[in-house]
């Protein structure tokens, strides 16, 4: 079965950093691009960031550039978001997706070819 599941999400306090885990099972991740969504109630979903499978390049979105890294670990079939310096209007959804292509990854929610079903993050104190 063909899963991406995401975990590491929670409450944490404004200024604190925190690293989301995206791990693939009945799939390899080292053939898809990833990219990293969040979303909040009401609100359309909003790219963040994605991370080509071919070299490893990344691409954010102009709006969360410098506070958000996309990384990926393909011996441990897992990517990685780390978000530093949390503010309270950060408090989302945060979703994985990945998408089957040799080419630079493109932060396009319709390019996507599977998705997990999302890590909540609280940032309050």
């Known amino acids: 079965q063909v899963q991406l599941v995401e975990s590491g999400g929670g409450l944490v306090q404004p200024g604190d950093s925190l690293t989301l885990s995206c791990a693939a099972s009945g799939f390899r991740l080292n053939y898809y691009a990833i990219g990293w969504f969040r979303q909040a109630p009401g609100k359309e979903r909003e790219g963040i960031g994605c991370?080509?499978?071919?070299?490893?390049?990344?691409h954010y979105s102009d709006s969360v550039k410098g506070r958000f890294t996309v990384s990926r670990d393909n011996a441990k079939n897992t990517a990685y978001l780390q978000i530093h310096s949390l503010k309270p209007e950060d408090t989302d959804v945060y979703y994985c997706a990945a998408e089957v292509t040799i080419d630079p990854c493109v932060l396009s929610a319709d390019r996507m070819d599977y998705w997990g079903k999302g890590a909540p993050v609280t940032v309050s104190s």
């Open positions: 991370i080509s499978m071919s070299d490893g390049s990344t």
